[in-house]
């Protein structure tokens, strides 16, 4: 007799998915990351890359890592507590550390690999975390493996998460507050100064997750920490190689007995092999790059003004963004996705985002603008916008 197949649900899902206009395949890109790229056949304006500083193509970077294959070979063959810690590495992080003006620094496979794994080696069952509701997933599942009790307060609601404090102010637990930096899909920043303000007050350990900071906000693109003047106030500091930097890997800097104690405890960095030297030396590329082309950070920011106002004019919701991602809110799911496949048409790439990344009627197509685009792409982009936000009733003829 037959059995039912037990991952039928999975099908039903999909079903799901269709039926309300949500399933999206993926989309291939044919070459390299830039602000034109060639995607599923089409060359189009590259509106979707995390690629900020244009970093991922800069000849600095690529003859770093050629150098890095040819002098250590394509892998490191081990993880870092056996014999996967290269000289390389070592270097990365002692450079990382003085950029981000913390006593050390250790490097992780990802930023979701850091995010999760600081956290989750530093609290307790017994322990409370503070977390923003709209943190990243990364910061989310940390929590919860952590298995602290959690504590969400409203989107950069200070005076909420005062409260929360205020009620637990007698616990005898670890307390940590954790934010991300810039927060990945409504391009607002954290009101870190604040958050700083009531660690200090209440005895919480103070976390940033600078992702979509590094390399964007700050002096050198030093992050959130340096833009708001609170070097040695903030604890812990997350970051990300795989965004502003270009390459791949996430790090944690703070203080040097931080290091030690996550090369024990953090579990990502305990069981996963190490970084290959080329992206080791791509990273290391990367920061010669921000230290010493400050322009590349100027030109990302006049992008992101032009840009922003340009939709603006148009009449498009942009939320509250304060950075180079500026999503365009449209409300309902399917209706976002029909927004950037009639873009996609027009020759923009621009990703529709809707439940669970973002609330059911907060849907919306998500930009980045780059320091690589030029002000023609700029022009190209805000014309496809008109065209197609008129024809789908989102802005006024």
Known sequence: ????????????????????GLYRALRVLEGEQGPRARIDGRTVINLSSNNYLGLTTHPRLRRAAVRAVEQYGVGSGAVRTIIGT?????????????????????????????????????????????????????????????????KVYPHRDTAALRR?????????????????????????????????????EFGAIVMVDDAHASGVLGANGRGSVDHFGLHGRVHIQVGTLSKAIGALG????????????????????????????????????????????????????????????????????????????????????????KLSDRLFQEGVFAQGIAYPTVARDKARVRTIVTAAHTRDDLDQALEAFRKVGRELGLVGR
């Open 1 to 20: 007799m037959a059995t039912r197949d037990p991952l039928e649900f999975v099908q039903e899902e999909l079903g799901k998915l269709r039926e309300a």
């Open 86 to 150: 290269m000289t390389l590495h070592q270097e990365l992080e002692e450079r990382l550390a003085a950029f981000k003006k913390t006593e050390a620094c250790i490097v992780f496979q990802s930023g979701c690999a850091a995010n999760q794994g600081v956290i989750q080696s530093l609290l307790t069952p017994q322990d409370l975390v503070f977390s923003d509701e709209l943190n990243h997933a990364s910061i989310i599942d940390g929590c919860r493996l952590s298995r602290a009790e959690i």
């Open 164 to 200: 929360l404090l205020e009620e637990t102010r007698e616990r005898q637990a670890r307390k940590l507050i954790v934010s991300d930096g810039v927060f990945s899909m409504d391009g607002d920043i954290a009101p870190l100064p604040e958050l700083v303000a009531l660690g200090e």
């Open 250 to 337: 996430g790090y944690v800097a703070g203080s040097r007995a931080l290091r030690d104690f996550l090369i024990h405890r953090a579990r990502p960095f305990l069981f996963s092999t190490s970084h290959p030297p080329s992206v080791a030396a791509t990273c290391l590329a990367a920061l010669d790059v921000l230290e010493q082309e400050p322009e590349l950070i100027q030109r990302l920011w006049d992008n992101t003004r032009y840009f922003k106002q340009g939709l603006s004019d148009l009449g498009f919701n942009t939320g509250q963004s304060q950075t180079p991602i500026t999503p365009v809110i449209v409300g309902e799911g399917a209706l976002a996705m």
